[in-house]
């Protein structure tokens, strides 16, 4: 899964590193880190964190499977409860 975060978009909320630590961290107070090649085991967590970026600065391929690339729009199936 490849994941690739707009830093110019980025406002440093941190939603991502809150949900998915082991892929991003804060560096500092705005500076964010991430490893763009995530394991699968980390699908979940992703969507989540995608989903839950207030600028939609996060688009992960390979996220939703045969569908494609996925920014913020991953809502609907990151809720799943």
Known sequence: ???????NKCQGYA???FLAPDVFAMHGDESLIYN???DEE???R???AVAACPVQA????GLDGARGPV????REA????
């Open 46 to 48: 992703l969507a989540r």
């Open 36 to 38: 763009p090649r995530a």
């Open 58 to 61: 996060i688009t992960a391929d």
């Open 71 to 74: 920014a913020g729009s991953a």
């Open 78 to 81: 990151s809720d799943g409860r």
């Open 15 to 17: 939603q991502c590193a």
């Open 42 to 44: 980390q699908r979940e």
């Open 1 to 7: 899964m490849r994941l690739v975060v707009d830093l």
